[in-house]
């Protein structure tokens, strides 16, 4: 496993709750990550998961490896997560795994979805920005290493937000707005773009006119390689509004 540079564990749940990874099997994949020469490693959990125990232990199996951990807050505004996104915790659980995380020097990474069903194009990108603010500011206060992954919303088979797209009801956000949001975020922290949306039928991801759609996600794309803001400047089409 040499010359691999970072390791993302995505278990699509929360890799530190034992019902889902027990503890033994969870301290294996941890010891055995340990003896690689990797840059970083990521997992992913759910805030009430997040103990001093369990971070104390991956963070000793790990060594000199540094360890982040995901936390899919999704939005900073409890009303708008509970209501439109059901995440189940509150922005005091969220509050309490950061103090862990920083406490026992694991880094952070939280997700933010940009455009939950519920919300119009305007209030998602002013939610995103301001989750974006409160996130980066909690990590300062704490001294914690945070990156945002912001996430714009793709209509996925099988959901009831394929429901409500087909019915009408709802567009994923205009890819001119994933532009807004990162220039905003950009000078408060680390901030990368989701883009795994791509491969869906037109109209189920993020999508400006269908004229500039290519020329955005290449700069979106650019972005997340090289975190140049001014990529975004040259950047125009006579859709955006
Ligand atoms: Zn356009």
């Known amino acids: 496993m040499s010359g691999i540079g970072e390791v993302d ?23 055995c990550l340990g003896s690689f020469p990797l840059s970083r490693v990521l997992v992913e959990s759910r805030p009430e998961f997040i103990t001093s125990e369990r971070v104390e ?19 900073a505004d409890d009303d708008i997560r509970e ?9 005091s659980a969220f509050e309490s795994a950061s103090a862990v995380l920083s406490e026992t020097g694991a880094g952070m990474v939280v997700n933010i979805l940009l455009k939950p069903l519920g919300l119009e194009e ?23 290493s945070t990156r945002v992954a912001l996430q714009p919303v793709f209509v996925a088979p099988g959901t009831p937000l394929e429901t409500e797209f087909l019915a009408g009801r709802y ?19 680390e901030t990368v773009v989701g883009l795994s949306e791509e491969g869906l039928e037109p109209k189920r991801s993020p999508a400006g006119c269908g004229k500039c759609d ?6 979106l794309r ?3 390689r090289t975190k140049n803001i001014n990529i975004f400047d040259s950047l125009n089409c006579s859709c955006r509004s």
């Not at 699509?12 to 033994?24: L, N, V």
């Not at 232990?57 to 939005?75: C, D, F, Q, T, W």
């Open 9 to 31: 564990l995505y278990n699509s749940g929360s890799f530190f709750a034992d019902e889902e990874m027990p503890p033994e099997v969870r301290t294996h994949v941890f010891k």
């Open 214 to 219: 290519g020329i955005i996600r290449q700069a």
């Open 57 to 75: 232990e991956a963070r000793r199996l790990l060594g000199n490896i540094p360890l982040e951990v995901g936390i899919g807050l999704e939005s």
């Open 122 to 144: 305007s209030a998602a990108v002013d939610d995103a920005v301001s989750t974006g603010r409160y996130v980066f500011e909690l990590a300062g206060r704490l001294g914690l």
């Open 171 to 189: 567009l994923p956000p205009n890819l001119w707005s994933v532009v807004e949001v990162v220039r905003r975020l950009h000078c408060m922290g």
């Open 222 to 224: 650019d972005y997340n």
């Open 83 to 91: 209501r439109f996104i059901r995440k189940g915790f509150d922005r």
